[in-house]
T-cell receptor
Framework: GENVGLHLPTLSVQEGDNSIINCAYS??????FIWYKQESGKGPQFIID?????DKRQGQRVTVLLNKTVKHLSLQIAATQPGDSAVYFC????????????FGGGTRLMVKP | DSGVTQTPKHLITATGQRVTLRCSPR?????VYWYQQSLDQGLQFLIH???????AKGNILERFSAQQFPDLHSELNLSSLELGDSALYFC?????????????FGPGTRLTVL
């Protein structure tokens, strides 16, 4: 896959358990945050986003939490399934820097059946 | 399937050569973005076009250039290729160029420079 050879933190969970993937961002001026999922051989797939004026947003089985005080973002996946196995990236966007996403290094999620 | 298409899927070429990667955005999207994903640098923003005009540049090498055509498809041109240019190149598109306009990614082009 794309990330072979790239040292990625790995989270291994049992099927059915909840997963929490964390991300630290660096720019306090970031306005918008997105989580992407990347499966082997595919492009990043949008999961969920959150604006800087919010601290929590929920989707289907996923929740994103934003803590601007410590510049921390997390993605919670409920009842993790084998199909959730992928690399997850957080990305941030800064309003005055053009619409360019700055990606974190990624976390590999492995779901054990 | 995001609706963003990229061709070719794989490209193998030699150092010093020039290649062109093509991207068609989702129907209705006016913004196109290019990103590079390499093993040591992760996902890096290269350039953004909106409705034919360049809007933002990231760490794009001078050997690389891009354009967006009137039909909104975009091409990324890579010249004088080096071994280190081997990477996955992704195109993304969004409806508008705003910060909160979600970017949807294509499947990528894997470039191998030998």
């Amino acid at each position: 896959g794309e990330n072979v050879g790239l040292h990625l933190p790995t989270l291994s969970v049992q099927e059915g358990d909840n997963s929490i993937i964390n991300c630290a961002y660096s720019n306090s001026a970031s306005d918008y945050f997105i989580w992407y999922k990347q499966e082997s051989g595919k492009g990043p797939q949008f999961i969920i986003d959150i604006r800087s004026n919010m601290d929590k947003r929920q989707g289907q089985r996923v929740t994103v939490l934003l803590n601007k005080t410590v510049k921390h973002l997390s993605l919670q996946i409920a009842a993790t399934q084998p199909g959730d196995s992928a690399v997850y990236f957080c990305a941030e966007n800064i309003n005055n820097a053009g619409n360019m996403l700055t990606f974190g290094g990624g976390t590999r999620l492995m779901v054990k059946p | 399937d995001s609706g963003v298409t990229q061709t070719p899927k794989h490209l193998i070429t030699a150092t010093g050569q020039r290649v062109t990667l093509r991207c068609s955005p989702r129907s209705g999207d006016l913004s196109v973005y290019w990103y590079q994903q390499s093993l040591d640098q992760g996902l890096q923003f290269l350039i953004h076009y909106y409705n034919g005009e360049e809007r933002a540049k990231g760490n794009i090498l001078e050997r690389f250039s891009a354009q967006q055509f009137p039909d909104l498809h975009s091409e990324l041109n890579l010249s004088s290729l080096e071994l280190g240019d081997s990477a996955l190149y992704f195109c993304a598109s969004s409806v508008r160029p705003g910060v909160t306009d979600t970017q949807y990614f294509g499947p990528g082009t894997r470039l191998t420079v030998l």
